[in-house]
């Protein structure tokens, strides 16, 4: 070996290693960080599972309410595969119906991986803070939509 290839090669090993401490030292620091905010973390957490059930209640009460003012004699199953199974009858409307619950999910589904890439990766507090306005968007956001769909529902069933 030529002088410059050793030391283009101890070049290339120290890089390495230096690479590796520096992933080593961002996850301490962002264990560190977990654990020093531990509690903050976990209030999002119970912040982003009560965004989702308040989205899904607006989205039952929604459809509940467009059942009830559009009632029919007739049972239908809004389901494809129960109808084939139990040998129904399938709804005229049941892939609007399926789709109306299936994309709240893939959105639900998203922003909770959003959320969660974000949880595991804050290493400072201007980020968590970030996270923070971001679940208070959120929540406010759906929790009119839920607010204002059951005080709906609950007019409906007090004043007919």
Avoid at 26 to 35: L, M, P, T
Avoid at 100 to 122: C, D, E, G, H, S
């Amino acid at each position: 070996m030529l002088p410059n290839e050793i030391e283009i090669n101890t070049l290339k090993s120290e890089i390495h290693n230096n690479r590796l401490r520096i992933r080593e030292l961002k996850y301490q620091s962002k264990i560190k960080f977990r654990k020093e905010y531990r509690k903050i973390f976990f209030a999002f957490d119970i912040f982003i599972a009560l965004i989702i059930l308040s989205n899904l209640g607006a989205l039952l009460i929604t459809n509940a309410l467009v059942v009830k003012v559009e009632p029919e004699k007739e049972f239908y199953e809004a389901n494809p595969v129960t109808a084939e199974m139990y040998d129904y009858e399938v709804h005229p409307e049941a892939k609007e119906t399926m789709s109306k619950f299936l994309v709240p999910i893939y959105i639900w589904t998203a922003m909770t991986i959003a959320y969660l890439l974000a949880r595991n990766n804050i290493r400072s507090r201007y980020w968590l803070s970030m996270l923070g306005f971001y679940i208070i968007f959120y929540m406010f956001a759906l929790g009119t939509d839920f607010i204002n769909n059951l005080g709906y529902f609950i007019g409906v069933k007090l004043y007919g």
